[in-house]
C-alpha cells in the first residue's frame, strides 16, 4: 500500500490552501457566522471556477472525474480553514445519490450544474428523536395520482435556503425508502404545507429544518424510479465519511498548530508554557493521534480508488478523525486557559464545530454500532 503523494495531488493541496487562505480566512467565517448564506460567495465561486465543485463528478457530466484521495486532499484543506460552503452536501453527497440512482435526464440536468457550480443541491435525511438506521425515516409519501404528498419534518438540512434542489428521503406507503428531488422552484414561500426556518446549532451553520404538511410534489421528481433507494443511500452516506474524516484531520492540524505556537509564545515563571511536561506532552500526545487518524483517513481514500474493500475503512476513518479533532479543540482550549472560552479567541471556532461534526452525519454510537456489526458479521 502506497500513501505516498502524486506531484499532481501535492499540487492541488497547495493551491486549495492557498485558495482558503485568500477567501476563507477565520475573519471571514466569523463574519458569515449566522448569517445568509452562511458562506463566502467569493470563495464559492473560485472552487467552481477551479472546478472543485465537480471533482468526483464524471467527466460526461463536466465533472472532473477524480478519485477519493483527491477529494480527500481538498476537503482536508477546506477543514485547515473551517471553510463553510455547500461543497459536502452537494459536491461529494448528493452528487454520489444522484449518479447511481437518477434518471439519464436528472443527471444531464443537475450532475451538470453541480459539476460546473452553477447550482448546488442539498440533500434532507435527518428527523426530529430519530436514529441513521432504516427505522429512523418517518416523513410519509402517499401517492395521490400523479403526485405525491409529503408529510412530516427534516432537521438539520444544511443550506436549504439557498439550494437549487432538495433530495428529501421518505418512507412510501410500502414501508420502503424512496428519495424525491424538489428543485427550488416548486417550494412556493408562501405555500403553508412546506416551511423552512433556520436552527440554532454549535457552529452557527446554515442549517434548516424543514416542516411537510401534505406538501405536493410531482411523482415524476422520484429518484430510482420511485423504488427503494435504501442500499444507494447508504453507500452515498459511508463514501461521505471519507471527505468528512480528511476536514477533521485538517482542522485538528491546524488547531494544533495554534496550540503549539501559543505554548511557544506565552511565558510562565519566565520560560514558555511549552517546556512544562504537563503541557508538552499533551502537545506530543494529541500530535501522534492526529498522524494515526490521517493515515486512516489516507487509507480508506486509497483503498476506495484501488477497489478494495473500504467501507470499513471509512467508518473507522470518520470516527477516529471526529474524536481526535474533538480532544485537539479541547486541548486548544486548556492550553490558552480563560481566553481560549472567550469569542475573541480563535480555539472555540475550533471546539464548537469539532462536537457538530462529532454528532451530525452519523454520530460516533452509530459509527461504532456498525463497525461492530461489520466485524461480527465478518467473524460469523
Not at 32 to 40: A, N
Not at 144 to 156: N, R, S
Amino acid at each position: 500500500m502506497d500513501l505516498s503523494l502524486s506531484e499532481e495531488q501535492t499540487m492541488l493541496s497547495d493551491m486549495v490552501q492557498k485558495l482558503c487562505e485568500e477567501y476563507a480566512p477565520l475573519t471571514v467565517l466569523r463574519e458569515l457566522e449566522g448569517t445568509e448564506p452562511g458562506f463566502s460567495l467569493p470563495f464559492w465561486q473560485q472552487i467552481g471556477e477551479l472546478g472543485l465543485t465537480g471533482i468526483n463528478v464524471d467527466e460526461a457530466y463536466s465533472g472532473l472525474g477524480m478519485g477519493a484521495l483527491d477529494g480527500a486532499l481538498v476537503a482536508e484543506q477546506f477543514g485547515r480553514a473551517l471553510a463553510v460552503s455547500p461543497h459536502h452536501i452537494s459536491s461529494v453527497l448528493a452528487a454520489d445519490l444522484l449518479a447511481n440512482a437518477a434518471t439519464p435526464a436528472q443527471k444531464d440536468q443537475w450532475l451538470t450544474a453541480i459539476a460546473t457550480g452553477s447550482q448546488f443541491v442539498t440533500v434532507a435525511s435527518s428527523e426530529p428523536q430519530s436514529s441513521s438506521q432504516r427505522e429512523g425515516i418517518r416523513l410519509r409519501a402517499e401517492r395521490k395520482g400523479d403526485a405525491l404528498l409529503l408529510t412530516g419534518e427534516k432537521v438539520f438540512v444544511p443550506h436549504a435556503a439557498t439550494a437549487a434542489a432538495v433530495v428529501v428521503l421518505a418512507r412510501d406507503e410500502q414501508d420502503r425508502i424512496i428519495a424525491v428531488l424538489i428543485p427550488k422552484q416548486l417550494m412556493n414561500s408562501s405555500d403553508e404545507t412546506l416551511k423552512l426556518r433556520y436552527q440554532l446549532n454549535h457552529a452557527r451553520d446554515p442549517l434548516y429544518k424543514m416542516q411537510f404538511n401534505g406538501y405536493s410534489v410531482p411523482a415524476a421528481q422520484l429518484l430510482n424510479a420511485g423504488e427503494c433507494i435504501w442500499s444507494q443511500w447508504q453507500q452515498s452516506m459511508t463514501s461521505a465519511l471519507i471527505p468528512l474524516a480528511a476536514y477533521a484531520v485538517g482542522a485538528a492540524t491546524r488547531v494544533q498548530e495554534i496550540s503549539l505556537d501559543y505554548a511557544k509564545y506565552r511565558k510562565a515563571f519566565g520560560r514558555p508554557i511549552g517546556g512544562f511536561q504537563a503541557i508538552a506532552h499533551y502537545l506530543a500526545e494529541i500530535t501522534v493521534a492526529i498522524d494515526g487518524a490521517g493515515t486512516l483517513m489516507h487509507q480508506a481514500a486509497w483503498a476506495r480508488d484501488q477497489g478494495r474493500d473500504w467501507q470499513q475503512l471509512a467508518m473507522m476513518a470518520k470516527l477516529q478523525a471526529c474524536e481526535t479533532f474533538r480532544r485537539a479543540a479541547a486541548l486548544c482550549i486548556q492550553i490558552h486557559g480563560g481566553i481560549g472560552y472567550t469569542t475573541e479567541a480563535d480555539p472555540q471556532l475550533f471546539f464548537r464545530r469539532a462536537k457538530q461534526l462529532q454528532t451530525l452525519h452519523w454520530d460516533s454510537a452509530t459509527l461504532e454500532r456498525r463497525i461492530a456489526d461489520n466485524l461480527f458479521a465478518e467473524s460469523a
